[in-house]
C-alpha cells in the first residue's frame, strides 16, 4: 500500500504548482480554483485532490486538459509541461508540448559526438557529478583526465556528460536549476582501435593516432581548412579557431596515441576558452584527475539484469552473482558476457574462457596494457600479486617475485602496474579485481619456469610467517594470531597448492609446528581444520609419519566431539590410542584428556574419570618444563571439573577450577584464566551467588571482548543468560541467551546450541 501512494508523487508535485499558480494568477482561494480545475477536465474535486497525493494518475486527455490550463491560464513554463507529461506517463511528450508552447529554440553547434551506446548509463553518479564541475566555468582545471582499466567505462562516462552538455548548450534541455555547462562546440577525437560487443572485436576504421589527426578532426568539426597549411602554420590554424568560442575536447584512448608527449604539450597549451577531457589507461597525476573503478555490486547486478532482459538472456540472480564474483565490476565484460548468454553458450563456458589471452574480453581489457610489460619486473610482480587469493602485503610480493632485495625496483613496478590501473593499492597491501587476478593467472601459467620458482618462495614466505605469529596461546596471544586471521585466505591457497603437489613436510609444519591448528580452533575455523587434519592423518600414516598421524588424530577427535559428532570422534580418538606409543608423552597426556572429555559429552562420567585418572598418571611421569607443565595441569583440572560440574557437585568442580584458576594466572595463559572464571560464574549462578558470578564474568569481559575466541565468547555469553535468568532479568536474559546461540549455531555446537533453545523457549514462555 505505500508504494502504490506515492507511485505519482512526481505528477503530484506538478499538479499542485498548477493549482497554486493558477491560484495566484486569478486571485482564488483553494476551493475555486479545485472546483474551476475539476470542472475543465470533468472530474470531481475529490479526484483532483487524489492526484495532488499521488495516489492516482488521470487519464492521458485529462492529463493534456491539465496541461493546456496550466500554459494557456497559469502562465506556467514549457519545462513545468514537459515535467507534467512525461511523470503521468502521456505517449506523446513532446509533440504535445510543441503544439501548446510553441517549438523549442534549438541552437546549432558544432559536434561530433558518435552516438551513444545505450540509452542509460547505470552507476557513476558521483563521477558524472565530479565531471560536470570540472567543466564549469567557475572550475579552474582547463585538463580533465579519467583513468581506468580498459572495459570500466571511461569512454561511456564522458559521452554521457558530453551529450548532457550538448542538449543543454542547443537548448533541447533546458532543466531549471541544472548546472550542466554550455559549449559552443564539442569536438570528439578517438583513438581507439577495437571496439568489444556482445558479438565479439570491432575493428575501428577511424583511429586517430597522431597530432596531425587531432588538427584535422578539430578543423573538420569546426568547419575550417587545414590540410593546405604547412606543418608549421597548423598548431596556430588550429589555436586560433579553438580560441573563438567555448570548446569542449574530447581526446579518447590517449594510450595508443603516437608522440603522446607533443600532443601533451599541445592540448596544454591551448586557450582558456578550452575544456579538454582526456581518456587513458594510464594516469596523469599532473591534471585534475577522475578515476574509474568497477561498478559497485548493486550496480553491476542491476547492468546484469538490465542486458539480460534487454537480449532475452536467461539469467537467474544466482547465476548473475556468479558472474559478478568472476568477472567483478567491469561493465564491458558483463555487456559481453551477456550476449554470450544470450547467443547460446552456458555460463560455465563463457567464465571458463574469459582470463584466456585468446579471448576477446582479455584481449581487449588487458593485451594494450600488458603485452609492453613482459619480461619486465612490473610483470613479475603483477604475476605474483595474482597468486594471493586475498590482497597480499608489499613484503609477501616481493620476496613471491624474487625480489626482496631490490626495493627500488618493487617501488617501480608497483608504480607502473598502479598507473596502469592494474592494481590498487589499500595501505601496505595490493589489490587486483577478478577479472584482471584471472588473466594475471593465465599469464603465470604461460611463465612455467616463474611460476615453480614463484609458487617455492611463496610457501617459504608463509612458512616464515607462521613462524613469526605462530605459536601457542599465551599472554596477549590474538595480538599475533590476528595477523594469522588477516591472512587466512591466502593461507588456504598455499595449503591447497601443497596437498596439490604432496608437500606434506609443509603442511604439517604449517599446521603442527607453527600451532595452525591451534589459531583455527579458537578462531572458529573448524571446518578447514577438519579437512586439513585428516588430510595430514592421510598422509602420515601413507609415509609411516605415527607420531604426527597420532597427534592430528587428537586435534581432529577434539574437534569432532564439539560439533556433536561423538561416534566419529569415538573411532578417531580409540585408533590414535591403539597407536599411542608412537606419540611422544606430550601427544598421550593430551590424548587421554580429549578420550576424557568425549566420554564426558556422552555422559559416561565414570568413564572420563579414569580416563583423567590415565592422564594424571602420563602427566606425572612425564618431564615437563615450565610454563608446559602448568598448562598440562590446567588443561586436566578443566576436564576434572567440568566432570563435577556435570553431576552438579559443585564443591569439587569449584576446587578444580580455581586450581586452573590459579595455574592459568601463574604462567600468563590469559586465554584460560577468563574459562576458568566463566565456569567460577557457572557454578555461583547455580548456587544463587549472583553477585559474585556478575563480578567473575565482569572481570574477563574486556578480554573477551578484545579476543576473537568464537567458542570462549559464546561460552561467556552463555554463563551471562543463565545468571540474569536467575536475576529474573528477562530481557537481558534473552539478549544474551540469543548471542549464545548464534555463536554455538556458527560453530556447530549441537549440544550447546541446543541447550540455549530450551533456554530461550523457557525465558519467552
Given at each position: 500500500?505505500?508504494?502504490?501512494?506515492?507511485?505519482?508523487?512526481?505528477?503530484?508535485?506538478?499538479?499542485?504548482?498548477?493549482?497554486?499558480?493558477?491560484?495566484?494568477?486569478?486571485?482564488?482561494?483553494?476551493?475555486?480554483?479545485?472546483?474551476?480545475?475539476?470542472?475543465?477536465?470533468?472530474?470531481?474535486p475529490?479526484?483532483?485532490?487524489?492526484?495532488?497525493?499521488?495516489?492516482?494518475?488521470?487519464?492521458?486527455?485529462?492529463?493534456?486538459?491539465?496541461?493546456?490550463?496550466?500554459?494557456?491560464?497559469?502562465?506556467?513554463?514549457?519545462?513545468?509541461g514537459?515535467?507534467?507529461?512525461?511523470?503521468?506517463?502521456?505517449?506523446?511528450?513532446?509533440?504535445?508540448?510543441?503544439?501548446l508552447?510553441?517549438?523549442?529554440?534549438?541552437?546549432?553547434?558544432?559536434?561530433?559526438l558518435?552516438?551513444?551506446?545505450?540509452?542509460?548509463?547505470?552507476?557513476?553518479?558521483?563521477?558524472?557529478?565530479?565531471?560536470?564541475?570540472?567543466?564549469?566555468?567557475?572550475?579552474?582545471?582547463?585538463?580533465?583526465?579519467?583513468?581506468?582499466?580498459?572495459?570500466v567505462?571511461?569512454?561511456?562516462?564522458?559521452?554521457?556528460?558530453?551529450?548532457?552538455?550538448?542538449?543543454?548548450?542547443?537548448?533541447?534541455?533546458?532543466?531549471?536549476?541544472?548546472?550542466?555547462?554550455?559549449?559552443?562546440?564539442?569536438?570528439?577525437?578517438?583513438?581507439?582501435?577495437?571496439?568489444?560487443?556482445?558479438?565479439?572485436?570491432?575493428?575501428?576504421?577511424?583511429?586517430?593516432?597522431?597530432?596531425?589527426?587531432?588538427?584535422?578532426?578539430?578543423a573538420?568539426?569546426?568547419?575550417?581548412?587545414?590540410?593546405?597549411?604547412?606543418?608549421?602554420?597548423?598548431?596556430?590554424?588550429?589555436?586560433?579557431?579553438?580560441?573563438?568560442?567555448?570548446?569542449?575536447?574530447?581526446?579518447?584512448?590517449?594510450?595508443?596515441?603516437?608522440?603522446?608527449?607533443?600532443i601533451?604539450?599541445?592540448?596544454?597549451?591551448?586557450?582558456?576558452?578550452?575544456?579538454?577531457?582526456?581518456?587513458?589507461?594510464?594516469?596523469v597525476?599532473?591534471?585534475?584527475?577522475i578515476?574509474?573503478?568497477?561498478?559497485?555490486?548493486?550496480?553491476?547486478?542491476?547492468?546484469?539484469?538490465?542486458?539480460?532482459?534487454?537480449?532475452?538472456?536467461?539469467?537467474?540472480?544466482?547465476?548473475?552473482?556468479?558472474?559478478?564474483?568472476?568477472?567483478?565490476?567491469?561493465?564491458?565484460?558483463?555487456?559481453?558476457?551477456?550476449?554470450?548468454?544470450?547467443?547460446?553458450?552456458?555460463?560455465?563456458?563463457?567464465?571458463?574462457?574469459?582470463?584466456?589471452?585468446s579471448?576477446?574480453?582479455?584481449?581487449?581489457?588487458?593485451?594494450?596494457?600488458?603485452?609492453?610489460?613482459?619480461?619486465?619486473?612490473?610483470?613479475?610482480?603483477l604475476?605474483?600479486?595474482?597468486?594471493?587469493?586475498?590482497?597480499?602485503?608489499?613484503?609477501?610480493?616481493?620476496?613471491?617475485?624474487?625480489?626482496?632485495?631490490?626495493?627500488?625496483?618493487?617501488?617501480?613496478?608497483?608504480?607502473?602496474?598502479?598507473?596502469?590501473?592494474?592494481?590498487?593499492?589499500?595501505?601496505?597491501?595490493?589489490?587486483?579485481?577478478?577479472?584482471?587476478?584471472?588473466?594475471?593467472?593465465?599469464?603465470?601459467?604461460?611463465?612455467?619456469?616463474?611460476?615453480?620458482?614463484?609458487?617455492?618462495?611463496?610457501?617459504?614466505?608463509?612458512?616464515?610467517?607462521?613462524?613469526?605469529?605462530?605459536?601457542?596461546?599465551?599472554?596477549?596471544?590474538?595480538?599475533?594470531?590476528?595477523?594469522?586471521?588477516?591472512?587466512?585466505?591466502?593461507?588456504?591457497?598455499?595449503f591447497?597448492?601443497?596437498?596439490?603437489?604432496?608437500?606434506?613436510?609443509?603442511?604439517?609444519?604449517?599446521?603442527?609446528?607453527?600451532?595452525?591448528?591451534?589459531?583455527?580452533?579458537?578462531?572458529?575455523?573448524?571446518?578447514?581444520?577438519?579437512?586439513?587434519?585428516?588430510?595430514?592423518?592421510?598422509?602420515?600414516?601413507?609415509?609411516?609419519?605415527?607420531?604426527?598421524?597420532?597427534?592430528?588424530?587428537?586435534?581432529?577427535?577434539?574437534?569432532?566431539?564439539?560439533?556433536?559428532?561423538?561416534?566419529?570422534?569415538?573411532?578417531?580418538?580409540?585408533?590414535?590410542w591403539?597407536?599411542?606409543?608412537?606419540?611422544?608423552?606430550?601427544?598421550?597426556?593430551?590424548?587421554?584428556?580429549?578420550?576424557?572429555?568425549?566420554?564426558?559429552?556422552?555422559?559416561?562420567?565414570?568413564?572420563?574419570?579414569?580416563?583423567?585418572?590415565?592422564?594424571?598418571?602420563?602427566?606425572?611421569?612425564?618431564?615437563?618444563?615450565?610454563?608446559e607443565?602448568s598448562?598440562?595441569?590446567?588443561?586436566?583440572?578443566?576436564?576434572?571439573?567440568?566432570?563435577?560440574?556435570?553431576?552438579?557437585?559443585?564443591?569439587?568442580?569449584?576446587?578444580?577450577?580455581?586450581?586452573?584458576?590459579?595455574l592459568?594466572?601463574?604462567?600468563?595463559?590469559?586465554?584460560?584464566?577468563v574459562?576458568?572464571?566463566?565456569?567460577?560464574?557457572?557454578?555461583?549462578?547455580?548456587?544463587?551467588?549472583?553477585d559474585?558470578a556478575?563480578?567473575?564474568?565482569?572481570?574477563?569481559?574486556?578480554?573477551?571482548?578484545?579476543?576473537?575466541?568464537?567458542?570462549?565468547?559464546?561460552?561467556?555469553?552463555?554463563?551471562?543468560?543463565?545468571?540474569?535468568?536467575?536475576?529474573?532479568?528477562?530481557?537481558?536474559?534473552?539478549?544474551?541467551?540469543?548471542?549464545?546461540?548464534?555463536?554455538?549455531e556458527?560453530?556447530?555446537?549441537?549440544?550447546?546450541?541446543?541447550?540455549?533453545?530450551?533456554?530461550?523457549?523457557?525465558?519467552?514462555?
Amino acid at each position: 500500500m505505500p508504494q502504490r501512494e506515492t507511485r505519482y508523487a512526481r505528477l503530484g508535485e506538478q499538479i499542485t504548482r498548477l493549482v497554486r499558480s493558477l491560484a495566484a494568477v486569478k486571485g482564488w482561494n483553494m476551493t475555486q480554483t479545485m472546483n474551476y480545475i475539476a470542472h475543465s477536465v470533468h472530474y470531481g474535486p475529490d479526484m483532483i485532490h487524489r492526484w495532488r497525493q499521488g495516489k492516482a494518475c488521470p487519464l492521458p486527455e485529462a492529463v493534456e486538459a491539465l496541461a493546456q490550463i496550466g500554459n494557456k491560464e497559469a502562465n506556467l513554463p514549457r519545462e513545468w509541461g514537459e515535467s507534467l507529461l512525461k511523470a503521468a506517463q502521456y505517449p506523446d511528450v513532446m509533440n504535445t508540448v510543441n503544439r501548446l508552447w510553441g517549438p523549442k529554440d534549438i541552437r546549432f553547434i558544432p559536434c561530433n559526438l558518435r552516438p551513444l551506446d545505450r540509452t542509460e548509463l547505470i552507476g557513476r553518479k558521483v563521477e558524472i557529478i565530479r565531471l560536470l564541475e570540472l567543466l564549469s566555468p567557475g572550475h579552474a582545471a582547463p585538463l580533465i583526465t579519467v583513468d581506468g582499466i580498459g572495459g570500466v567505462g571511461k569512454t561511456a562516462l564522458v559521452l554521457e556528460v558530453a551529450y548532457r552538455c550538448w542538449r543543454a548548450s542547443t537548448g533541447e534541455d533546458l532543466t531549471p536549476g541544472s548546472n550542466v555547462p554550455l559549449f559552443d562546440a564539442i569536438i570528439f577525437v578517438s583513438a581507439k582501435q577495437q571496439y568489444l560487443t556482445p558479438d565479439g572485436l570491432l575493428t575501428s576504421n577511424e583511429a586517430k593516432r597522431t597530432l596531425r589527426d587531432i588538427f584535422r578532426m578539430i578543423a573538420s568539426t569546426l568547419s575550417f581548412e587545414i590540410t593546405r597549411a604547412a606543418p608549421q602554420d597548423q598548431l596556430a590554424r588550429v589555436q586560433e579557431a579553438l580560441g573563438k568560442q567555448q570548446t569542449l575536447l574530447i581526446v579518447d584512448n590517449l594510450e595508443t596515441m603516437e608522440d603522446k608527449q607533443e600532443i601533451m604539450s599541445f592540448l596544454y597549451d591551448l586557450p582558456f576558452s578550452v575544456k579538454v577531457v582526456i581518456t587513458t589507461r594510464e594516469r596523469v597525476l599532473a591534471f585534475s584527475p577522475i578515476r574509474l573503478e568497477q561498478l559497485a555490486q548493486e550496480e553491476a547486478l542491476h547492468l546484469i539484469e538490465k542486458e539480460a532482459q534487454e537480449k532475452e538472456a536467461d539469467v537467474s540472480k544466482e547465476q548473475a552473482l556468479r558472474l559478478y564474483q568472476h568477472i567483478g565490476g567491469i561493465p564491458v565484460a558483463l555487456i559481453y558476457t551477456i550476449g554470450q548468454i544470450a547467443s547460446g553458450f552456458s555460463v560455465e563456458s563463457v567464465l571458463a574462457k574469459l582470463p584466456l589471452a585468446s579471448n576477446e574480453v582479455a584481449r581487449f581489457c588487458f593485451e594494450g596494457s600488458i603485452s609492453p610489460l613482459r619480461g619486465q619486473t612490473s610483470h613479475c610482480l603483477l604475476m605474483a600479486i595474482a597468486m594471493f587469493p586475498k590482497s597480499p602485503l608489499r613484503v609477501a610480493i616481493a620476496y613471491t617475485a624474487g625480489l626482496a632485495g631490490d626495493s627500488i625496483a618493487v617501488e617501480e613496478g608497483l608504480a607502473q602496474l598502479h598507473k596502469l590501473s592494474l592494481i590498487r593499492q589499500h595501505g601496505s597491501r595490493y589489490k587486483l579485481i577478478p577479472l584482471t587476478r584471472e588473466y594475471a593467472l593465465s599469464e603465470l601459467a604461460a611463465n612455467t619456469k616463474f611460476e615453480l620458482e614463484a609458487r617455492e618462495r611463496w610457501v617459504i614466505w608463509y612458512l616464515d610467517y607462521t613462524k613469526e605469529f605462530g605459536g601457542k596461546d599465551w599472554k596477549d596471544w590474538h595480538i599475533h594470531y590476528n595477523h594469522l586471521e588477516e591472512e587466512w585466505e591466502n593461507l588456504l591457497a598455499v595449503f591447497e597448492w601443497c596437498a596439490t603437489r604432496e608437500q606434506y613436510h609443509a603442511l604439517q609444519i604449517l599446521w603442527q609446528d607453527r600451532y595452525l591448528v591451534k589459531f583455527a580452533h579458537i578462531y572458529g575455523y573448524w571446518d578447514d581444520r577438519l579437512i586439513w587434519l585428516n588430510w595430514i592423518i592421510q598422509a602420515a600414516e601413507k609415509r609411516g609419519d605415527w607420531s604426527n598421524a597420532v597427534r592430528a588424530m587428537v586435534d581432529s577427535g577434539s574437534t569432532l566431539t564439539l560439533v556433536g559428532q561423538l561416534e566419529e570422534a569415538k573411532q578417531l580418538l580409540q585408533h590414535a590410542w591403539d597407536m599411542h606409543e608412537h606419540a611422544n608423552t606430550w601427544v598421550q597426556v593430551i590424548l587421554a584428556e580429549k578420550i576424557a572429555n568425549l566420554h564426558i559429552y556422552q555422559k559416561r562420567f565414570t568413564d572420563a574419570l579414569q580416563w583423567l585418572e590415565q592422564a594424571k598418571v602420563l602427566l606425572e611421569r612425564a618431564q615437563f618444563s615450565e610454563p608446559e607443565r602448568s598448562r598440562r595441569w590446567a588443561d586436566l583440572h578443566i576436564c576434572m571439573g567440568q566432570v563435577y560440574d556435570r553431576q552438579q557437585n559443585y564443591n569439587q568442580a569449584e576446587q578444580c577450577y580455581r586450581k586452573v584458576l590459579s595455574l592459568s594466572q601463574e604462567i600468563g595463559w590469559q586465554r584460560v584464566t577468563v574459562l576458568a572464571r566463566i565456569h567460577l560464574a557457572y557454578i555461583a549462578v547455580a548456587q544463587a551467588r549472583f553477585d559474585e558470578a556478575e563480578t567473575l564474568l565482569k572481570t574477563g569481559l574486556p578480554v573477551v571482548d578484545n579476543n576473537t575466541d568464537k567458542r570462549l565468547t559464546a561460552l561467556y555469553r552463555q554463563t551471562f543468560a543463565q545468571l540474569y535468568k536467575g536475576k529474573g532479568k528477562v530481557d537481558e536474559a534473552l539478549r544474551w541467551a540469543k548471542e549464545a546461540l548464534n555463536g554455538f549455531e556458527s560453530l556447530g555446537m549441537k549440544a550447546e546450541a541446543g541447550e540455549m533453545h530450551e533456554l530461550l523457549q523457557t525465558l519467552q514462555a
